[in-house]
Structure formats: C-alpha cells, structure tokens
T-cell receptor, first 114, second 114 residues
Framework: GAVVSQHPSWVICKSGTSVKIECRSL??????MFWYRQFPKQSLMLMAT?????????EQGVEKDKFLINHASLTLSTLTVTSAHPEDSSFYIC??????????FGPGTRLTVT | LAKTTQPISMDSYEGQEVNITCSHN???????ITWYQQFPSQGPRFIIQ???TKVTNEVASLFIPADRKSSTLSLPRVSLSDTAVYYC???????????????FGTGTRLLVSP
C-alpha cells in the first residue's frame, strides 16, 4: 500500500514552454501533498505544500506564478512549470501524506529544459 | 524549524553494522523523527520513524535518548545495496492539517564496499 506515482518520469521541453507534472496517490486519499526539487548531488528542497481544494502554500523564494500547483482531488496534484528555462532543469519529487506523520514519496520526474 | 545535522558521508563494508547519528537540538515537543533512504534518481523511501526510546522494524532500528536532541539510525549487516543517501528529518506540524512538513538536511552518503 501507500504508493505514489508521478507522470511523466522524464520530460524534455524547449525554453519558454510550460510542462505539467502529475502526482497521484494510488491506494489512499491524500489531503496534503508536497512538491520538492532536487539538483544533482544536493538535498531535496521543499517548494510548496498542496492541500486539496485550496491554494498551495509556497516556501520562501519559490515563485508561485512560475510553479503552478493544483490539488484538484484527493488523489491528484499537479505542478506546472511555466515558461521554463534551462535553470529549471531539475529532479522534481512529490510526496503525499496518508496520516499525520506518514509521508510517501513519488519516484520523481526529471525535467530537462533545452 | 528544527534543523538536523548529520555526517556528510560514511564508509562501511558488507556485513557490518552501521550507525548514523543525527543531532536535532531544537526539536519541538510534538515533533517526530523520521529517516529516509534515497538512491540516485529515485524518490526517498521511508525507513523508520520514532518519538522516543527505541523503535525497530525489519530493516533498521532507531535509538532516541530521553532528551530527544539526537537520534541514531542503526542498519544491521549492511550489503552493497544499502549504498545510498540517508536523511534524518524532524517534521514541522502544520497547524491547519496537523500533518508534518519535512525539511531535508544534507543527508549522509553511505558507501558500502565489498
């Protein structure tokens, strides 16, 4: 149980375009999901907290207009990177909470902006 | 936010017991301590979680002293496949949901050699 999936697993896009990443909790309902970004050989950096039916809460320094988060249902949250630039190339990881303390991570999405 | 400090890297050999210690001097009363394992280009995988004293599961043990200002993850008889980055996290409870927001530190890069 407690499986979180992400789609796509990797994506290449051109500079200036937008790309959407999906995060799904497959066998449980997640009222809260989190989005992280990870650069090579670095730790995960929390970008935002996504709550079903409400606006996401962004961490300091994360541009909310650039990284659009939509948590439309109890099993799906999406992250849209708008007007992507090469510096947005990174490994994006989501997590979903089944309970107050249990947090399960997706496999990650590798984004490359050319 | 409760900050965690752990060694940047550790080396071990197959079959040995590995203990990774993490300090979290500013841990709050309702914070739990969670350890995750991450392989390259994958999302973190939950290992173990505890509040105080000792917790054991099929893969690891977690030792937490009475003051809770540190914790030690113990991996018995490591194998080559245990080579990974190990993160110690102290969650921040979100007031609106009661769920925990995780802030990742640098992690410990464990290398297991034959």
């Amino acid at each position: 149980g407690a499986v979180v999936s992400q789609h796509p697993s990797w994506v290449i896009c051109k500079s200036g375009t937008s790309v959407k990443i999906e995060c799904r909790s497959l066998d449980f309902q997640a009222t809260t999901m989190f989005w992280y970004r990870q650069f090579p050989k670095q730790s995960l950096m929390l970008m935002a907290t996504s709550n079903e039916g409400s606006k996401a809460t962004y961490e300091q320094g994360v541009e909310k207009d650039k990284f659009l988060i939509n948590h439309a249902s109890l099993t799906l949250s999406t992250l849209t990177v708008t007007s992507a630039h090469p510096e947005d190339s990174s490994f994006y990881i989501c997590s979903a909470t089944e309970g107050p303390r249990e947090q399960y991570f997706g496999p990650g999405t590798r984004l490359t902006v050319t | 936010l409760a900050k965690t400090t752990q060694p940047i890297s550790m080396d071990s050999y197959e079959g040995q017991e590995v203990n990774i210690t993490c300090s979290h001097n500013n841990i709050a009363t309702n914070d739990y301590i969670t350890w995750y394992q991450q392989f390259p280009s994958q999302g973190p995988r939950f290992i173990i979680q505890g509040y105080k004293t000792k917790v054991t599961n099929e893969v690891a043990s977690l030792f937490i002293p009475a003051d809770r200002k540190s914790s030690t993850l113990s991996l018995p008889r490591v194998s080559l496949s245990d080579t990974a980055v190990y993160y110690c996290l102290v969650g921040v409870t979100l007031m609106n949901t009661g769920f925990q927001k995780l802030v990742f530190g640098t992690g410990t890069r464990l290398l297991v050699s034959p």
